[in-house]
């Protein structure tokens, strides 16, 4: 690697040029190949290879990965510093978003506090997934068109991934004049360890993925916030609050692990474990709350249509059931909700922005669903 390095980084060789181009052609071969042996055992140290290959036909990157001599102290800081605190490439993409109304309809007044364009990419494609996956996806192909004006290539490899029951490609990173990663799910990466669970199969594995891929995003996106009612009943808190944050996570690990004592219970008592851990799940809002169609939306609802299974054990085994999840306008679903909370930001105006927890009724006990709502008397 040492002398590719040094035959590459010499400008006006026509050696170097002839190894270039023979780079960028195995880099190409190497990133088709991985498209079709996604089950390869050698899947791993392939995508190792080609971002080693990144790294090595980016000659702005060489001094740093690849110095000739050990470096000091001032040279490696320096490039660090100037990658962080420097100008921001990205900005005007992120400026070009907040000026977009329809856009502004589900995130509110936002405003980007990232100060380097590492995390200003991730903060941006995360803010995507808050919004109806359509206008998302039209977003994407906007910025990723506009990056590669700055230099800077849409990278599907160079990802992080979070342990998943599935594996799911949620967002790109870049290469280039930006280096930045992306994000996808995987079942080759372990669930997060805090639930101390490892992938059994079926439904749990679900489960366990969804409250896995929540706790990472606590950990890394600063917008979220919790309406959990057994922590906080009177309102909805952000989790920047280090307070809020155990409180909440205690809570949602608690109602997993309830889940997993319970599935082999009486079908009633695993069915309330469900339903108390489907209103942890839902619990996690944005502000203004995520419209139901987005990708975060979509996860969601995939938790809570794991229900149907539990209700239907539950049927089998003799019980009278019924769950109805509350949307639409307030004053037709409140009778079947208790300790509603009220916004004055995003959603419609007299209705539902958000199911926290479903209603439900088992045999004749009647367990009142939650709502987050808009007031009907806002303009």
């Given at each position: 690697?040492?002398?590719?390095?040094?035959?590459?980084?010499?400008?006006?060789?026509?050696?170097?040029?002839?190894?270039?181009?023979?780079?960028?052609?195995?880099?190409?071969?190497?990133?088709?190949?991985?498209?079709?042996?996604?089950?390869?055992?050698?899947?791993?140290?392939?995508?190792?290879?080609?971002?080693?290959?990144?790294?090595?036909?980016?000659?702005?990157?060489?001094?740093?990965?690849?110095?000739?001599?050990?470096?000091?102290?001032?040279?490696?800081?320096?490039?660090?510093?100037?990658?962080?605190?420097?100008?921001?490439?990205?900005?005007?993409?992120?400026?070009?978003?907040?000026?977009?109304?329809?856009?502004?309809?589900?995130?509110?007044?936002?405003?980007?506090?990232?100060?380097?364009?590492?995390?200003?990419?991730?903060?941006?494609?995360?803010?995507?997934?808050?919004?109806?996956?359509?206008?998302?996806?039209?977003?994407?192909?906007?910025?990723?068109?506009?990056?590669?004006?700055?230099?800077?290539?849409?990278?599907?490899?160079?990802?992080?991934?979070?342990?998943?029951?599935?594996?799911?490609?949620?967002?790109?990173?870049?290469?280039?004049?930006?280096?930045?990663?992306?994000?996808?799910?995987?079942?080759?990466?372990?669930?997060d360890p805090r639930l101390?669970?490892?992938?059994?199969?079926?439904?749990?594995?679900?489960?366990?993925?969804?409250?896995?891929?929540?706790?990472?995003?606590?950990?890394?996106?600063?917008?979220?916030?919790?309406?959990?009612?057994?922590?906080?009943?009177?309102?909805?808190?952000?989790?920047?609050?280090?307070?809020?944050?155990?409180?909440?996570?205690?809570?949602?690990?608690?109602?997993?692990?309830?889940?997993?004592?319970?599935?082999?219970?009486?079908?009633?008592?695993?069915?309330?474990?469900?339903?108390?851990?489907?209103?942890?799940?839902?619990?996690?809002?944005?502000?203004?709350?995520c419209d139901r169609f987005?990708?975060?939306?979509?996860?969601?609802?995939?938790?809570?249509?794991?229900?149907?299974?539990?209700?239907?054990?539950?049927?089998?085994?003799?019980?009278?059931?019924?769950?109805?999840?509350?949307?639409?306008?307030?004053?037709?679903?409140?009778?079947?909700?208790k300790d509603d909370l009220?916004?004055?930001?995003?959603?419609?105006?007299?209705?539902?922005?958000?199911?926290?927890?479903?209603?439900?009724?088992?045999?004749?006990?009647?367990?009142?669903?939650?709502?987050?709502?808009?007031?009907?008397?806002?303009?």
């Amino acid at each position: 690697m040492q002398h590719l390095s040094k035959l590459l980084e010499i400008e006006d060789s026509q050696l170097a040029w002839v190894l270039r181009l023979g780079l960028h052609g195995l880099r190409t071969q190497l990133q088709e190949a991985l498209k079709e042996a996604k089950t390869d055992s050698g899947q791993s140290s392939c995508q190792e290879l080609v971002r080693e290959l990144d790294q090595l036909l980016q000659p702005q990157k060489l001094e740093v990965i690849t110095p000739p001599t050990p470096p000091t102290w001032e040279e490696v800081f320096e490039p660090i510093h100037l990658e962080l605190s420097g100008e921001q490439k990205l900005k005007h993409i992120a400026d070009a978003l907040l000026a977009d109304q329809e856009l502004l309809q589900h995130i509110g007044a936002y405003k980007f506090h990232s100060n380097n364009d590492v995390d200003l990419w991730n903060e941006i494609q995360r803010l995507l997934l808050r919004v109806p996956e359509k206008l998302a996806h039209t977003w994407r192909e906007c910025i990723l068109a506009e990056a590669s004006q700055l230099g800077a290539l849409e990278d599907k490899l160079a990802v992080q991934q979070f342990g998943f029951s599935r594996n799911e490609h949620v967002y790109s990173g870049l290469q280039g004049s930006v280096y930045a990663t992306g994000l996808c799910l995987s079942d080759q990466v372990g669930f997060d360890p805090r639930l101390q669970v490892e992938t059994r199969g079926g439904e749990l594995d679900l489960l366990a993925g969804i409250v896995s891929v929540c706790l990472k995003f606590i950990d890394i996106d600063t917008c979220l916030h919790h309406a959990l009612k057994s922590v906080d009943r009177f309102g909805v808190r952000s989790l920047n609050s280090e307070s809020e944050k155990s409180k909440y996570v205690t809570a949602l690990l608690d109602r997993f692990q309830r889940v997993l004592i319970t599935t082999d219970a009486d079908p009633a008592i695993a069915l309330r474990a469900r339903l108390d851990l489907d209103e942890a799940i839902h619990s996690l809002v944005y502000l203004p709350p995520c419209d139901r169609f987005s990708w975060w939306g979509k996860l969601q609802q995939e938790a809570r249509r794991t229900l149907d299974s539990v209700v239907e054990k539950a049927r089998d085994a003799g019980y009278q059931v019924q769950i109805r999840p509350l949307w639409g306008t307030y004053a037709d679903i409140y009778t079947w909700s208790k300790d509603d909370l009220q916004l004055n930001i995003g959603g419609v105006p007299g209705e539902v922005s958000a199911c926290l927890r479903v209603c439900a009724k088992i045999n004749d006990e009647v367990i009142p669903g939650r709502v987050l709502f808009r007031s009907s008397s806002e303009a």
